[in-house]
């Protein structure tokens, strides 16, 4: 992941490249838990109607600056991902703690970019869920690598690959209220103002299965 540290919004200067820039430039959006970006599509179930499963495009919620846009140079030649999509963040917050959101999107050459699979990391459990919570300085940066995503798409010659960063996904996934509390009965949450870095020393990256033919 890659940016002059403008990464908000598909209008951005968000980048994935093959290795990362040198400087660090993070990228900043503040995640209000009160106006959480809501889920569009998804790999969802048994939600009801709480949320539509399927793939959508997502161009209506990039426009939203709370989501960070990186995409890749056009595909010079058909490409199959299958399997794990594994993202790793470089992360800093000014709350106890919050959530951080990945979506994986296959862009086609008019643009449309549809969803193919989405994770969540809430920062308190980022050791293991069988570990003690534990949470975050101001300040701070901290490596986390997300439960990986899965998907098997074939990127055509012209498409491109895009990934989405945020705090939320809601109601696919529980908004975090950043407060460092229980969440479930709590009804007022805490601004967080969050940032992804991207350099040699934060290197901010996905790592996907590219099938040889």
Request: charged share 20%; proline share 7%; net charge negative.
């Amino acid at each position: 992941m890659s940016s002059g540290g403008l990464a908000n919004t598909m209008a951005g200067d968000g980048a994935l490249t093959m290795s990362p820039p040198n400087s660090d430039n993070p990228d900043r959006f503040t995640y209000d838990p009160m106006d959480p970006v809501m889920s569009h599509g998804g790999n969802v179930c048994c939600q009801g109607n709480a949320t539509q499963a399927g793939a959508f495009d997502q161009r209506i919620m990039e426009n939203r600056p709370d989501i960070l846009v990186y995409t890749s140079e056009p595909f010079r030649e058909g490409t199959e991902v299958s399997g794990y999509v594994t993202p790793t963040l470089y992360v800093s917050s000014d709350a106890r703690d919050t959530d951080f959101t990945v979506k994986v999107i296959d862009v086609f050459p008019d643009g449309t970019a549809y969803n193919l699979d989405e994770s969540i990391q809430r920062m308190r459990y980022r050791n293991g869920y069988d570990q003690p919570e534990v949470w975050m300085s101001p300040g701070e940066v901290y490596e986390v690598t997300l439960q990986p995503l899965t998907t098997s798409n074939y990127f055509d010659v012209g498409h491109r690959l895009r990934i989405e960063v945020s705090s939320s996904n809601f109601p696919r996934f529980d908004r975090n209220m950043n407060t460092g509390g229980r969440n479930y009965d709590e009804t007022e949450g805490v601004v967080a103002n969050n940032a992804v870095h991207h350099s040699t020393r934060y290197p901010s990256h996905i790592t996907v299965n590219v099938v040889r033919r």
